[in-house]
């Protein structure tokens, strides 16, 4: 194997690990078969995660993150909270179609156990942000009062079906659904 000794070497692992664990499962895939697709030794994976869960942990955490500074960005750019709320949705729409594997291998180890305790308090940190914005549209009377994780999921639900329907297709999302299913969204959580 040639080794590199330029490059973007963790990017080159983050690409790598993200195509093998949406092809082969978490379980299944491993630091060799990641090393192999990186173009790097094994030993140069192990020196930068130690074992294959800080990689997948590390790799998950760095594609939530990438997400989430997306979507608030979208969200920035933005005025009225249906204007806000809509941006947000529509970028994780996007984000799916843009990233297609990061978007899969996210949705993969959503649920994993890999995580710790910390790094899940870090991913209800981002949730808790992009509520915010929900919170705000409720004070100012766009959204009607009601418990945030029921607002949460009728949101966020369907975003990430159209996001995960898009990113296993390789097809451009449906702006017509979206458009539609994100007004019914709308129309759900509206005052």
């Not at 909270?81 to 996007?94: D, E, V």
Request: glycine fraction near 6%; hydrophobic fraction near 45%.
């Amino acid at each position: 194997m040639v080794k590199r000794k330029t490059g973007d070497k963790l990017g080159d692992i983050r690409r790598a690990t993200i195509a093998e664990v949406v092809e082969c499962g978490s379980s299944a895939a491993s630091v060799n078969a990641i090393a192999r697709r990186a173009g790097l030794a094994v030993g140069t994976i192990y020196r930068y995660y130690g074992n294959k869960e800080n990689l997948l942990r590390s790799v998950q955490m760095a594609v939530k993150t990438d997400l989430h500074q997306q979507v608030m960005a979208a969200a920035a750019s933005q005025s009225g909270s249906k204007a806000i709320i809509r941006a947000m949705w529509f970028r994780i729409l996007q984000y799916a179609h843009e990233n297609p594997d990061a978007f899969l291998y996210s949705e993969v180890l959503m649920n994993s156990a890999l995580l710790t305790e910390d790094e899940r308090g870090q991913i209800d940190a981002m949730l808790n942000e992009g509520m915010r914005y929900v919170e705000r549209a409720i004070e100012d009377g766009s959204v009607r009062p009601g418990d945030l994780r029921v607002i949460r999921i009728l949101l966020a639900a369907p975003a990430l079906h159209l996001g995960r329907a898009a990113a296993r297709s390789g097809n451009t999302p449906d702006l017509a659904r979206a458009e539609e299913t994100f007004d019914l969204c709308w129309k759900a959580i509206a005052t």
